[in-house]
């Protein structure tokens, strides 16, 4: 949980430079942060489940 508080801290401080963030994660606190942290920060954010990398990549590279 740290690091991913840690990552979020980092994320703010570039989020003018990032245009996407896929979160590719099964535990709960993926959903609860995808809907939390897209309408917070400027670059968009979704989740995809734990099988979904291929998905987030394509995703990302859209």
């Known amino acids: 949980m740290g690091a991913q508080f840690a990552h979020l ?5 570039v989020h003018d430079k990032i245009g996407k963030i ?4 099964d535990i709960p606190m993926g959903t609860f942060a ?3 942290l897209d309408p917070l ?3 968009r954010v ?3 489940d734990d ?3 291929d998905q987030a990549m394509s ?4």
């Open 9 to 13: 801290k980092f994320v703010n401080t």
């Open 22 to 25: 896929a979160l590719v994660t």
């Open 34 to 36: 995808d809907h939390v």
């Open 41 to 43: 920060m400027l670059a």
């Open 46 to 48: 979704r989740k995809f």
């Open 51 to 53: 099988d979904g990398r």
């Open 59 to 62: 995703w990302l590279r859209d």
